[in-house]
Structures are given as structure tokens and as C-alpha cells.
């Protein structure tokens, strides 16, 4: 079975800085990755994805991700961060299930604390 | 195009009773999932919907979960004799299955609290 790990509970990072928020993934195939962002009693909300190409995925808001295979990893960046950032981030992954059709695997969520 | 729509927002009730939960996907979306989330966890699989059929139930889902999707359209999420281990905010998401659409989205939530 597919899954997603996400090192990190919380990422504190000061506004205008770079964030990482960090996923690494394990599948057995092409890999449907994903970032999911969710802010206090809401559901949640698509960043991006990755199905194949270019390794940088550029999403909304500013943010990106980088695939890189060799280190099963899709960690989510963004130039320069914003206090309203500040949020839980889900990374996802898509599991291709016994009846041939899909389900989403999600990782554990990282708080992301930007500072002003 | 106005979302995934999910009713209520917020349900409170006494542990036994029964809750029912409705939502509604994006329009054109033939798959729906509901999802579970318990506070400082990820979102967890319970079941899957391609239009009206159901096609996989997770082991988290009891004998105490039903969901049915009668027309492919809207989806209901029914707690019968709730528990205080099933408060917890359910998701549901939708999605349109081709090439480029891979990615569900979801909706508010509704947030179940079994006093």
C-alpha cells in the first residue's frame, strides 16, 4: 500500500523567509502526490500536485514542490513566507485500491508557524 | 460551481443517539469520498462512492456507519447509537477522474460531538 510520512509536527520559519515543509513518500509504481492545506475548523483546501513531468510543481498561493525520485521525497516550499500562512499542511498521496479505483493516503499534517 | 457543500457545519449529540450527514459534491464529480479526522491527525479513508455504487468501506467504517449515494448525486454519512470515540469532524470530498483531474476536493466538514 501506498503511504506518506511528514517528518516534522511543527515548522516555525519568520515572514519573509523560506519554508520548507517536508514528505516523503512510499509507492509501489508512478507516484500521485499531492499538498493539501488546512486552516482552524475548515476543510481542506488543493495546493498541487504531482503526475509526472517536471519535477518543480508550481500551486497556489506562492507554493511549490519539488519531486525528486531518488529520494522519495515532495517537499512543499515557498520563497518567502506569509504570518497568513500559518496553517496545517497535509501531503497526500493517491492508493490505488482492490477494486481498481482510488483512495487518498495522507500523512500526518505539519503546523506551519510563520512568524511576524 | 459552488464547492463541496457539507450539512451541518456542527452536530452535537447524546451519546446512543443517531446523526445523519449530508454532502453534496461538486456538480459534474461522479466520485465522492467521506473521510475522518480526529484532532492532531490526518484525514482517514471510510468509503468511496463512483456515482451511485459503493466500492470500498474501509475497516474503520462499523456495523454503526452507513453511507448511501442513491442517485450519484448527494451522499449521507448515518452514526446510528454514537459513541464519544466517534467525535471527530467528517470530510467529504469529490472528484472528476480523467487525465488531468486526479486531485478531490473537500468540503467544510461537519464536526460531531457525542456528549
Known amino acids: 500500500a501506498q503511504s506518506v510520512a511528514q517528518p516534522e509536527d511543527q515548522v516555525n520559519v519568520a515572514e519573509g523567509n523560506p519554508l520548507t515543509v517536508k514528505c516523503t513518500y512510499s509507492v509501489s509504481g508512478n507516484p500521485y502526490l499531492f499538498w493539501y492545506v488546512q486552516y482552524p475548523n475548515r476543510g481542506l483546501q488543493f495546493l498541487l500536485k504531482?503526475?509526472?513531468?517536471?519535477?518543480l510543481v508550481k500551486g497556489s498561493y506562492g507554493f511549490e514542490a519539488e519531486f525528486n525520485k531518488s529520494q522519495t521525497s515532495f517537499h512543499l516550499k515557498k520563497p518567502s513566507a506569509l504570518v497568513s500562512d500559518s496553517a496545517l499542511y497535509f501531503c497526500?498521496?493517491?492508493?490505488?485500491?482492490?477494486?481498481?479505483?482510488?483512495?487518498?493516503?495522507f500523512g500526518t499534517g505539519t503546523r506551519l508557524k510563520v512568524l511576524a | 460551481d459552488t464547492g463541496v457543500s457539507q450539512d451541518p457545519r456542527h452536530k452535537i449529540t447524546k451519546r446512543g443517539q443517531n446523526v445523519t450527514f449530508r454532502c453534496d459534491p461538486i456538480?459534474?464529480?461522479?466520485?465522492l469520498y467521506w473521510y475522518r479526522q480526529t484532532l492532531g491527525q490526518g484525514p482517514e479513508f471510510l468509503t468511496y462512492f463512483q456515482n451511485e455504487a459503493q466500492l470500498e468501506k474501509s475497516r474503520l467504517l462499523s456495523d454503526r456507519f452507513s453511507a448511501e449515494r442513491p442517485k450519484g448525486s448527494f451522499s449521507t454519512l448515518e452514526i446510528q447509537r454514537t459513541e464519544q470515540g466517534d467525535s471527530a469532524m467528517y470530510l467529504c470530498?469529490?472528484?472528476?477522474?480523467?487525465?488531468?483531474?486526479?486531485?478531490?476536493?473537500f468540503g467544510q466538514g461537519t464536526r460531531l460531538t457525542v456528549v
Open positions: 470530498a469529490s472528484s472528476l477522474e480523467g487525465r488531468d483531474n486526479t486531485e478531490a476536493f
Open positions: 497526500a498521496v493517491r492508493d490505488i485500491v482492490a477494486s481498481g479505483t482510488y483512495k487518498y493516503i
Open positions: 456538480s459534474e464529480h461522479n466520485r
Open positions: 504531482y503526475i509526472t513531468g517536471d519535477n
